[in-house]
């Protein structure tokens, strides 16, 4: 009589998560959850004033509100850890809650969190956002993250995609302004320094790498740089592409088309004022005009990616 | 009738906040505050197994106790963010309220939480951490922050300096091994990515410097480099150095002399395992262990820094 070796639940890589939603969702577009409390609809905006509990209580109606408006158009939403922990202990619970609701509505989570630090403070950093919390699921199925302390400083969250499916986004070249003033500089050989840390970010996610032929490790590159997007794509062929930029910042889906050449779920377009507050700029319902807007942009990127 | 123009309440930069605390204490010791659950005191460990908020409420009284201990050896504490988010929401609360304990027991507070983001982001983070929460006063005096994101990710955080007396600590080169990855590439004009940081960084102090003559704008170098602390000191003369890596990570007191040059609180060593769990090596009370430690090594930072 043979024994079976005793095995781990089947875990299934970020990736192949990914891919698979995408697919479902016919969609390749991330809804950012940015509540920023001065911005709220007025019917919640008044509620939010009370600060607080209050205040944080708001903040979460409005994100499960947007949850389900842009739930039909998206594959995953991405909560920015700051504007919850801008509202202290009751924010990080409605962050907690906001994430936990998003799963629920068959949604992949990406929090936006940016984290970086030593080795011991990362596998912290791990724990908090992509391994199970006792009888719960992680808080996120993926995190966005630093890579300005180096490999040891990544090999936590590494670990976490590997144990238990988790994503990681690592920040390559960024959409603001000031990305120049250090992602930018001349390295040695000529580079910029955002070519070096693609490289980096291409070799620690290579023994990642999923069914699909994507990797768990991912990057953040700014679609507000159309140019570094098709770099990046090359120097990264099997990272998954973050892309924020679209919307607010002024990029639109088509600059950010070459990063799609890796197939459907190779690139996420992430957009969050541009269709959480929607509403600012139509008569319309909050919740109506961040789903007709997630509609758009969804049709749009499908659309540039050649799918 | 003259009327005198309405004038804010006055603001005192946190250099000179800094350089008054350093000269009460006589101490340039700063405590990390990294409660991992696992390695609490047994009295503290079993209510901690439970979760949840029993973990954290743990985590809390363990933080209390350290600053009890601790706190007539060192000007300031340093909670490490990760640690408290690994409890989630009661992780928070604690956090909040071991930094509201520290500075009720006259202790500056850094929070080390290495944040970094696009501009209107880092608003938010600017708000978690540095500015006054309704009535309540900021969460810390200082924030460590990352600067990889360039100078419009570092400006709400500046603000916070200008309006509220806060400090900023921006990573120059940490103290880990992986530091090399990122920090240490050559650039074109043959310095390493991290002189050019730190080039930014006095850049950014410029016009924050205190009566003292240091900066509201810092630098974390690691200890673990004692070149690149004599080499950080002359590229930054204004800026208050952060030094981890004594103590668990392999660093001495003597390692940071250099720091000191341009006067006492021109520097600040910051110290966590070896003082927290100083009970592990010792057949003593957590609290006697933690405070000798900190009376040890502040002494010999004082005397390493010619004070």
């Known amino acids: 009589m043979t024994r079976e070796p005793t095995t781990a639940p089947t875990v299934v890589a970020f990736p192949d998560r990914l891919a698979a939603a995408v697919e479902r969702a016919r969609s390749q577009l ?36 947007i949850v389900d408006a842009v739930g039909p158009y998206v ?13 202290g202990a009751d924010g990080w619970a409605a962050l907690d809650a906001v994430c936990t609701y998003a799963r629920e509505s068959g949604l992949l989570v990406i929090v936006d969190a940016k984290r970086g630090d030593i080795g011991s403070t990362a596998r912290a950093y791990a724990s908090a956002f992509l391994e199970p ?16 302390l180096g490999r040891d400083s990544v090999e936590p969250f590494l670990a976490a995609c590997r144990r238990h499916g988790a994503g990681l986004f690592l920040l390559v070249h960024t959409s603001n302004a000031g990305a120049a003033d250090v992602q930018e500089v001349t390295l040695s050989d000529g580079r910029p320094l955002w070519r070096h840390v693609a490289d980096l970010v291409a070799e620690w996610g290579e023994d990642l790498v999923g069914e699909c032929g994507l990797s768990s490790v991912g990057a953040v590159v700014g679609a507000t740089y159309p140019r570094v997007v098709g770099d990046a794509r090359r120097a990264m062929p099997q990272a998954v592409i973050l892309l924020p930029g679209v919307g607010a910042q002024g990029a639109s889906p088509a600059d950010v088309a070459r990063a799609f050449t890796s197939g459907p779920a190779s690139a996420l377009v992430t957009v969050s004022r541009s269709v959480i507050y929607a509403y600012r700029d139509r008569d319309d319902d909050w919740r109506a005009a961040a789903g007709a807007e997630a509609a758009r942009l969804a049709a749009a990127t499908r659309a540039a990616s050649g799918w």
Chains 1, 2 share one sequence.
Request: net charge neutral.
């Open 133 to 148: 919390r006792g009888a719960r699921p992680p808080l996120a199925d993926a995190l966005t993250a630093s890579p300005l």
């Open 75 to 87: 594959v995953a939403v991405k909560p920015q850890a700051a504007y919850f922990e801008a509202l």
């Open 30 to 65: 991330v809804v950012g959850l940015d509540p920023r409390v001065d911005l709220l609809p007025v019917e919640l905006r008044g509620e939010a004033a009370a600060g607080g509990a209050a205040a944080a209580a708001a903040v979460e109606r409005f994100c499960r509100g």
